[in-house]
């Protein structure tokens, strides 16, 4: 079984700073992708960023120069850094990890798991 859980969410004011942090935990034989998503109510869930395990990334373009997305690969954690924050920043962060585990069958196979969620809210 693995988990997902995000922290870090909160309320900020149009400015400021928010980290969020996502550990994964389970039987976890590996982890290539990292990624966090975001969805703000009446939208689609939108791709904030994303890093691979050799520590590539790529961001949406309203998050460029704003937010910066790390990983602890020993840690099965991924970080983002939020600055700059705008009220428009404001939605439920998802972390999502394509992660790859060994099956029943003993073969190692790669699935996308999500976490549940954490709400960032920017406003004055």
């Known amino acids: 079984q693995v988990q997902l859980v995000e922290s870090g969410g909160g309320l900020v004011q149009p400015g400021g700073s928010l980290r969020l942090s996502c550990a994964a935990s389970?039987?976890?034989?590996?982890?290539?992708?990292m990624a966090w998503y975001r969805q703000a109510p009446g939208k689609e869930r939108e791709l904030v960023a994303s890093?691979?395990?050799?520590?590539?990334?790529n961001y949406g373009d309203s998050v460029k120069g704003r937010f910066t997305i790390s990983r602890d690969n020993a840690m099965n954690t991924v970080y983002l850094q939020m600055n700059s924050l705008k009220p428009e920043d404001t939605a439920v962060y998802y972390c999502?990890?394509?992660?790859?585990?060994?099956?029943?069958?003993?073969?190692?196979?790669?699935?996308?798991?999500w976490g549940q969620g954490t709400q960032v809210t920017v406003s004055s």
């Open positions: 890093i691979t395990s050799g520590g590539s990334t």
């Open positions: 389970g039987s976890i034989f590996s982890i290539t992708v």
């Open positions: 999502k990890g394509h992660i790859r585990i060994r099956d029943s069958d003993y073969f190692i196979r790669e699935y996308a798991y």
